[in-house]
């Protein structure tokens, strides 16, 4: 029931393009999808790159003892998580890069500002990370699920296997900082 995929070559498509000029009507095609994909790959490894030089800051910061246990857990989580992504990069066949992730810049930025604008051992302090951590968490989380289908679409099941390890492990984190926040 695809209406588009059956009418889009027919003549009485008003898209279609007259005898002698060239198509003009848009397609859909997967040309790109690789390219898209490696570059988000690359994006997650500037990302957890940026996560292992932020994550020290929040650990030292924090006041409860189980909040800088789960920030030091997740530290060395991060850096597995950049070594898998190193091991993407071999089966893609690619040269390891890290490409800038404006995004996650911001996110880092935001834990720095809650450390600057808070006593040290305050409520305030601790709760304003386990924010911050939270939207880092979710927005690594969004990334390796739309990296994951991607991977998919490309065949590339080998990789979206990594890449699952990856989210598994944002997943807990999400789930322990969120029973923090609320104890
Ligand atoms: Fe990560
Ligand atoms: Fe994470």
Not at 63 to 68: I, N, P, V, Y
Not at 101 to 125: F, P, Q, V, Y
Request: charged share 25%; with cysteine; glycine share 8%.
């Amino acid at each position: 029931m695809k209406k588009s995929s059956t009418t889009k070559k027919t003549a009485a498509n008003p898209k279609e393009a007259l005898p002698g000029q060239p198509m003009s009507t848009p397609v859909v095609t997967t040309s790109g999808l690789l390219e898209l994909f490696t570059d988000g790959i690359k994006n997650m490894y500037w990302a957890e790159n940026h996560l292992v030089v932020a994550l020290p800051k929040m650990v030292n910061a924090a006041g409860s003892a189980d909040l800088q246990s789960a920030f030091a857990d997740h530290l060395e989580v991060t850096k597995t998580h950049a070594t898998r992504l190193e091991n993407v990069f071999e089966l893609l066949g690619e040269k390891i890069q890290a490409k800038k992730c404006d995004a996650l810049e911001g996110l880092a930025m935001d834990g720095e500002h809650i450390i600057e604008n808070t006593d040290t051992g305050s409520e305030a302090r601790d709760t304003g990370l386990i924010m911050a951590g939270l939207k880092t968490e979710n927005f690594e989380i969004t990334s390796y699920n739309g990296l994951i289908q991607l991977a998919g679409k490309l065949g590339k099941e080998d990789i979206a296997e990594i890449l699952r390890q990856n989210l598994a492990d944002e997943i807990e984190a999400d789930q322990l900082l969120t029973s923090l926040s609320e104890n």
